[in-house]
């Protein structure tokens, strides 16, 4: 037990005096989670939010042969303005991307429409430009419209009423709460918790082994007389120790991030309050020492500290995986999920912003599955610390 | 005392060492001589019980290394080739981390640590970071290190590789005054001139096997020769090479 306070001590003072590992445990994980999010939530409210209050400028060829159908689209917040001179340029100018959306009316429109003849429009739009996908959108909403009220008013001129047209009510009762919206957004979230909690540790774990080994300290640290095991408990502790660090800046730093990012606009308002910071911080942590024993592990297999750093940038990855898979396939949570390290935590933290209850069973298994997958990953660094290989 | 019986190593096809014998007593310093290869650090390897024989019984003051290995490594002080420090931490603080792992009791480490401070004469950069030490500092804080908790047998594996003639020189002091103490000092090197100015008994192994084992004089009246260097080729002759 002294070795492991020692270890620990040692461990836990020279880390805070290496640049390496304050950059990666205090800066890395915990900026830039919260950074890239608040990056790619701001690139989608732009994409994304159809803003009906800004008038649609619309370019119509044609025009005056529909004037109904213009005070029509003008009454819905489109200010129709006058197209290219012809369909060819219309065509033209939608490819270069110059319109996003060009209304053609043919000369013919009104005779077809007063001999109730189909009256063609044509919509000229680019389908492959997802900028101009909206604007088309509300274009056709709104001619969409025009058609149902044209159709309804022919109906009661011959005395029936448009009622007759609709055998459906579809009534569509949307249960999702907005905390459950974006839900889907900070899904992500838990991935950047858990990049956060091992580029946290990512330095000790490797020095555990490669780094020791390269810096020559190994050899008289194994003459030591010290158990091994004991040796490799503390530094694995001590990877811990900064991971949790890295971990709690980075949930503080998301928790300021949200104060700054305009979910709500989004139709979201994710359960991520000054109180859920410690809920999250205890669910999140016992992942800590799967992280940190299997990057030792990793590194334990290595020649060099820039060999080991190539191998451990591959488990960085590797939770991402069962949490890819479960996001594709819609898995609900479940309680044989919860045995597995990172998907688990992954699951908890979107119910947890979801603000649904969670379920203490899920969070029993999770929090001693995890601890335990860590303690036999923790037992096999141990056994192999006690390898003459080791030495390399 | 350390003593050596009949050990051998090998790593894969490789036999590094194949029955190597000798006894190292105390109050005297025993030098391993031999060329590059020959398993002089193997040898010193399995005796700081970072390595296990294959054959073979190495005993440390009658403590066997294998079976008994933490007792065994409480009573060596181990400066293996090119040892490392930590370069975050000061001097002082490398030495009294490893006091800690020797179990010292906490009140007297601070006293103690001082004490080898004083004794290696280090004291004028024992509290700067180790990060950009010389090879002669880092040495003598790797040793001060591991004569903190008082060995009564110290392991040296080539302690004056890469240092200057002063540091050598200081090293050399030091070794007469661990024998003066009355402890077992046991160091490996290639560097015959070493090895015959500081040895009261000389190992000479090649090939992974002692060639010769005697005091300086004696060698040179075993093998005809007045020069040590010429004595020290003559001997590795009579080793059969390895199969």
Redesign the interface.
């Known amino acids: 037990m002294?070795?492991i306070r020692?270890?620990f001590g040692?461990e836990v003072?020279?880390?805070f005096?290496?640049r390496r590992t304050l950059i990666s445990a205090l800066l890395m994980g915990p900026l830039f989670g919260p950074i890239l999010f608040a990056f790619v939530i701001n690139l989608s409210l732009k994409q994304s939010l159809p803003d009906a209050s800004q008038p649609l400028e619309l370019p119509v060829i044609g025009r005056e042969h529909a004037p109904n159908l213009v005070a029509f689209l003008e009454s819905n917040n489109i200010v129709v303005v006058d197209g290219p001179e012809s369909r060819d340029a219309a065509i033209a100018g939608v490819s270069r991307g110059d319109h996003d959306v060009v209304l053609v009316i043919p000369p013919d429109f009104g005779e077809d429409l007063a001999k109730l003849v189909p009256a063609t429009i044509e919509v000229i739009t680019d389908q492959a430009n997802t900028q101009a996908e909206r604007e088309t959108r509300r274009a056709r909403r709104a001619l969409n419209a025009y058609n149902q009220e044209l159709a309804g008013m022919r109906l009661v001129v011959r005395g029936v009423s448009p009622v007759i047209m609709r055998p459906l009510n579809i009534d569509e009762v949307d249960v999702s709460t907005p905390s459950g919206r974006s839900a889907i957004l900070l899904g992500m979230m838990s991935y950047f918790f858990i990049f956060a909690i091992l580029t946290g540790g990512m330095n000790l774990a490797i020095d555990a082994t490669a780094g020791?080994r390269e810096?020559?300290?190994?050899?008289?640290?194994?003459?030591?007389?010290?158990?091994r095991d004991n040796l490799i408990f503390g530094k694995i502790f001590a990877a811990c120790f900064f991971m949790a660090i890295s971990l709690a800046l980075s949930l503080t730093s998301f928790y300021v991030t949200l104060k700054f990012v305009p979910l709500q606009d989004l139709g979201m308002t994710p359960n991520f309050g000054i109180d859920v910071v410690p809920v999250a911080f205890l669910l999140l942590a016992p992942f800590a020492l799967v992280g940190a024993s299997l990057m030792t592990l990793v590194a334990s297999f290595t020649k060099s500290f820039k060999e080991a750093q190539t191998w451990v940038s591959v488990v960085l990855l590797a939770p991402t995986m069962p949490i890819l898979v479960v996001s594709i396939l819609m898995v609900r949570p479940s309680t044989a999920l919860m045995f597995i390290p990172s998907l688990s935590q992954h699951l908890l933290l979107v119910d947890l912003i979801k603000n649904e209850p969670l379920n203490p069973l899920h969070i029993a298994v999770s929090v001693i599955g995890t601890l335990a997958i860590g303690a036999i990953l923790t037992w096999i660094c141990a056994r192999l610390y006690r390898r003459?290989g080791l030495?390399g | 005392m350390i003593v050596v019986d009949n050990l051998h190593k090998s790593f894969g096809e490789v036999k590094a060492v194949r029955g190597v014998s000798f006894k190292a007593e105390d109050g005297r310093i025993t030098g391993l001589l031999g060329p590059n290869g020959a398993g002089k650090s193997t040898t010193l390897r399995v005796l700081y019980t970072v390595l296990k024989p294959d054959q073979g019984i190495a005993t440390i003051d009658g403590i066997d290394v294998v079976r008994q290995s933490l007792d065994a490594r409480a009573r060596i002080g181990t400066l293996p080739h090119g040892a490392g420090l930590y370069p975050h931490l000061t001097a002082r603080e490398n030495i009294a981390y490893y006091a800690n792992l020797y179990g010292m009791a906490r009140d007297g480490i601070d006293a103690r640590v001082q004490e080898v401070i004083d004794a290696l004469d280090i004291g004028d950069f024992a509290d700067r970071r180790t990060k950009g030490f010389s090879q002669g500092q880092r040495t003598k804080v790797a040793l001060a290190r591991s004569l903190v908790h008082r060995p009564n047998n110290v392991i040296l594996d080539e302690p004056s590789n890469g240092l200057d003639v002063m540091a050598t020189r200081s090293l050399r002091d030091l070794i007469r005054r661990l024998k003066e103490l009355g402890k077992c000092v046991l160091f490996s090197s290639h560097v015959m001139q070493e090895v015959a100015a500081l040895c009261d008994e000389i190992v000479i192994i090649a090939a992974g096997q002692v060639a010769m084992h005697d005091s300086p004089d004696g060698i040179r009246e075993r093998t005809g020769c007045d020069d040590l260097e010429e004595a020290f080729v003559k001997a590795l002759d009579r080793v059969e090479p390895v199969e």
Do not use: A, M
């Open positions: 002294k070795t020692t270890v040692k003072r020279d880390n005096r290496d020791e810096r020559g300290s190994l050899e008289p640290l194994l003459c030591l007389p010290v158990k003459e030495l």
